[in-house]
């Protein structure tokens, strides 16, 4: 069974960069594509929000609200899949989540306030 382990969430400044890591185990992380979603506070679970994905051979596809912003990134070696994140937003605070499959990891906190 797979397990997804996030870190890296925590509060900054507007324009300020973060960059969160999701750490797997139990399976062969390679031939996996790896999301990240996000929840803002006050939504649901159903309404969490697609943020961008890449493939097990590394192509990239992002949310139009991150787009030039966020950049995805995995390294098999470390079976880690990355999210760098630019120029942030308070409309960026939410939970991020990344997930492999049907499987979710448990998420980890931004909240990008002054």
């Known amino acids: 069974q797979v397990q997804l382990v996030e870190s890296g969430g925590c509060l900054v400044q507007p324009g300020g960069s973060l960059r969160l890591s999701c750490a797997a185990s139990?399976?062969?992380?390679?031939?996996?594509?790896m999301g990240w979603y996000r929840q803002a506070p006050g939504k649901q679970r159903e309404q969490r929000e697609w943020v961008a994905t890449i493939t097990n051979e590394g192509n990239t596809n992002y949310a139009d609200s991150v787009k030039g912003r966020f950049t995805i990134s995995r390294d098999n070696a470390k079976n880690t899949v990355y999210l760098q994140m630019n120029s942030l937003k308070p409309e960026d605070t939410a939970t991020y989540y990344c997930?492999?499959?049907?499987?979710w990891g448990q998420g980890t906190q931004v909240t990008v306030s002054s």
């Open positions: 139990g399976r062969i992380f390679s031939i996996y594509a």
């Open positions: 997930k492999s499959g049907l499987t």
